[in-house]
Every structure is written in structure tokens, then in C-alpha cells.
């Protein structure tokens, strides 16, 4: 079984839906994160959270917001989804602590699409 | 503003070369650059890693150099297999914790048999 499991892995949807992406992990990680992948743009980050008490926005939060229900889950809404957000999401885990550089850790991704 | 580019976005490659792969960036703080590899259909994989004040690592089969004073990274990876067809990603970060990583835009290598 994957560490890191997203679900769904492939969705479509039509504008203004909301769509709801959720990520578990079994890493026992405290960090936990969202990343969006386009063609020629690499990953950027969406929201991250350090613990379950704890939200913080990325660089391209606006139109996303997350919800971090447990240690282990970590989910992201769409709540009016637009066919700009049509990308590849990745959710991500990483430990904390002082011997942690930042090595971070991905699920398998989930393909949405807007029409 | 910060940035991590790659200089191709295409290699090819022929199976038992070996292959390398560019990386500029350009924030002078990064003190830690990862390289990911992503395969079709899964999420980036580490690869392996280089902390600022060194200049080189090497693991099994893949080296990663840095050179600071001209910010450029590479992934160098010896007698290439098809197995290691993949988009392959430059990641620089600063501070820890993941949240301050950049990622490149990726490069794509191609391993023809």
C-alpha cells in the first residue's frame, strides 16, 4: 500500500462544482502539503500545514482551500471549480524535526479536469 | 524573485551513455537542492540530495554537483537504462521544512534502446 494515498486519482468535473481532493498518509509525517503540477511548470504549492492546528497558504492559494482533519489527512476543496484549475495535484509529506532538509514525500497525484 | 530553471527540456539519450542533466537557480540563499525523478502516472521521487557547503555526492549511479558562484546544479547519471526514462526535477530550498521549495520546470529524458 502507498504511504501517501489521494483520492480520487482522476476526476471530471464542470464549472462551478465543488470538487473535494483528499490525501492520507501512513508515514506518520507532522508536515503535510499541496502541490499543483502544469506542463513546463513544475510543482507549486498550494497550502501547507505543520500540524493539525495549523494552515498556512502557499503561492497560488487563491480559488483552494484545505482542511487538515487529522495528522494523517489532509484534504483540498475547490469550491467553485473554474477550467483554470483543470492541473495535476500532488499531495506531499515531509518529517519534522532537525535532521529534516526537506526531503518531501508524494502521493501518486490526481488528475482533475474542469470543462 | 526566486526561480529554479532547467536549461532543456528534452534529453535523449542512447541506453549505456551517460546522461546530464542542468539545473540554474537563483536565490543565493538555497542551502539545500534535491533532485526529484517522476515516472508516467506517479508523484516525484527523491533521487538524492546536496546541502550548500558541499560541492558533490554521489550515489549509486547518479552524482549531483553544485557550483554555487555560478548557481547551477547537475544530475549527472552513469550508463543510463531505460528504466530511468523520466521527467527529472531540480528542487532548491531554504530554511527546512519543505515549505520554501522550488521547483523547477523539469526536464524529460528519453532513453532510446
Known amino acids: 500500500d502507498a504511504d501517501v494515498t489521494q483520492t480520487p486519482r482522476n476526476r471530471i468535473t464542470k464549472t462551478g462544482k465543488r470538487i473535494m481532493l483528499e490525501c492520507s498518509q501512513t508515514?506518520?509525517?507532522?508536515?503535510m502539503y499541496w502541490y499543483r503540477q502544469d506542463p513546463g511548470l513544475g510543482l507549486r504549492l498550494i497550502y501547507y500545514?505543520?500540524?493539525?492546528?495549523?494552515?498556512n497558504k502557499g503561492e497560488i492559494s487563491d480559488g483552494y482551500s484545505v482542511s487538515r482533519q487529522a495528522q494523517a489527512k489532509f484534504s483540498l476543496s475547490l469550491e467553485s471549480a473554474i477550467p483554470n484549475q483543470t492541473a495535476l495535484y500532488f499531495c506531499?509529506?515531509?518529517?519534522?524535526?532537525?535532521?529534516?532538509?526537506?526531503?518531501?514525500?508524494f502521493g501518486e497525484g490526481s488528475r482533475l479536469t474542469v470543462l | 524573485g526566486e526561480s529554479v530553471g532547467l536549461h532543456l527540456p528534452t534529453l535523449s539519450v542512447q541506453e549505456g551513455d551517460n546522461s546530464i542533466i542542468n539545473c540554474a537557480y537563483s536565490?543565493?540563499?538555497?542551502?539545500?537542492f534535491i533532485w526529484y525523478k517522476q515516472e508516467s502516472g506517479k508523484g516525484p521521487q527523491f533521487i538524492i540530495d546536496?546541502?550548500?557547503?558541499?560541492d558533490k555526492r554521489q550515489g549509486q549511479r547518479v552524482t549531483v554537483l553544485l557550483n554555487k558562484t555560478v548557481k547551477h546544479l547537475s544530475l549527472q547519471i552513469a550508463a543510463t537504462q531505460p528504466g530511468d526514462s523520466a521527467v527529472y526535477f531540480c528542487?532548491?530550498?531554504?530554511?527546512?521544512?519543505?515549505?520554501?521549495?522550488?521547483f523547477g520546470a523539469g526536464t524529460r529524458l528519453f532513453v532510446k534502446a
Open positions: 536565490n543565493s540563499a538555497s542551502d539545500y
Open positions: 500545514s505543520f500540524d493539525v492546528k495549523d494552515i
Open positions: 528542487a532548491e530550498t531554504h530554511g527546512g521544512g519543505g515549505f520554501k521549495t522550488i
Open positions: 508515514k506518520g509525517h507532522d508536515r
Open positions: 546536496i546541502r550548500s557547503n558541499m
Open positions: 506531499a509529506t515531509a518529517p519534522s524535526g532537525v535532521f529534516s532538509f526537506g526531503e518531501l514525500f
